[in-house]
């Protein structure tokens, strides 16, 4: 029996019990992909990292990332709080980790920085993909809401993705916004998971808030439910608002609230730049606070 080690941390808050909770196994050599999942389903969080030595020694690690049911290609709150616990120990397989991390991943090339109060900042893996739409009708049921209560004077429901896709809705008021839920059979019959790892719905928030916006994400299908804190599907998202914005130059940079709904609030730094009418980056970046080390059993 091996004893695997093993951190948790919260990331993208300040403090024990916020944000969104991820398991980051130390050193995955030697552990099937089917073991991987297991571990994964063990812990029940959102994500659940593990790392493994880079293919290419200027790089970090290899981190692969798990659900509770799949394996994805790329997330971000596993990377934001991934690079924070190498970033604490210092070294990992015998080599001095320094700022900006580089994860080989299975969307692409991940660098994260990392500053010395804990903060990370990701550049997405891949440019922005604006894909297919789908019509209110089908999008409300999946949340508890009436296809009024979606927003499509900006945006019809719209596929996005830095890496993987998610399906991005404005909602229209904050009533429908903080009582949607999720209605897995909706979900199951109008946004397969080949279609959407999730739907991410947002709402422009106002100055009570003190963020620019509030956001939400159901993904009932890949066993995750509604998430605390998406990094990767709010670095589409900002990427999406930029490309909506009519100026062919510019950065927009927002703050987002996620999780409040559910008792882990999460705040999310979003930046997206935009030249020549192009996306040419997006990051997504916030805080992280360790939890918990341990080993876990495996035979």
């Known amino acids: ?25 130390l050193d ?29 020694p200027a790089n970090t690690a290899n981190v692969r990332i798990f659900t509770p ?19 604490r120990r210092g070294a990992i397989f015998g080599k001095s980790v320094t700022s900006p991390l580089l994860f080989e991943e299975k969307a692409g090339l991940v660098p994260v920085e990392v500053d010395r109060l804990g903060k990370g900042m990701l550049t997405a893996p891949r440019p922005l993909v604006i894909g297919d739409t789908i019509a209110p009708e089908l999008v409300a049921p999946c949340l508890g809401l009436s296809p009024g209560d979606i927003a499509t004077g900006n945006h019809v429901p719209t596929v996005a993705s830095v890496g993987l896709d998610f399906l991005m809705v404005e909602i229209d008021n904050r009533k429908a916004f903080e009582k949607a839920r999720i209605v897995p059979q909706a979900f199951a019959e109008n946004i397969p998971l080949d279609f ?9 928030a106002d100055e009570a808030d003190e963020v620019d916006v509030r956001a939400r994400m159901f993904s009932p299908i890949d066993g995750v439910g509604e998430d605390p804190a998406t990094g990767s599907a709010n670095a589409a998202l900002v990427g999406l608002l930029a490309a909506l914005d009519p100026l062919e130059d510019m950065t927009l940079e927002i703050r987002i609230a996620q999780g409040v709904e559910m008792g882990r609030p999460s705040l999310l730094e979003a930046k997206a730049i935009k030249e020549s009418n192009r996306i040419a980056e997006t990051r997504i970046g916030g805080y992280s606070v360790p939890v918990m080390t341990g080993t876990f059993h495996v035979p």
């Open 28 to 56: 995955g050599r030697g552990l099937a992909t089917e073991r991987m999942q297991s571990i994964a389903r063990e812990f029940n969080y959102s994500e659940t990292t593990f790392i493994l030595p880079p293919a290419d």
């Open 69 to 87: 049911g799949i394996e994805i290609p790329f997330a971000g709150h596993p990377n934001i709080g991934t690079a924070f616990v190498l970033a």
């Open 196 to 204: 959407a790892a999730g739907v991410l719905f947002y709402l422009h």
């Open 1 to 25: 029996m091996a004893d695997l080690p093993f951190e948790t941390v919260d990331v993208f808050t300040d403090r024990m019990f916020g944000g969104n909770p991820l398991a980051v196994v």
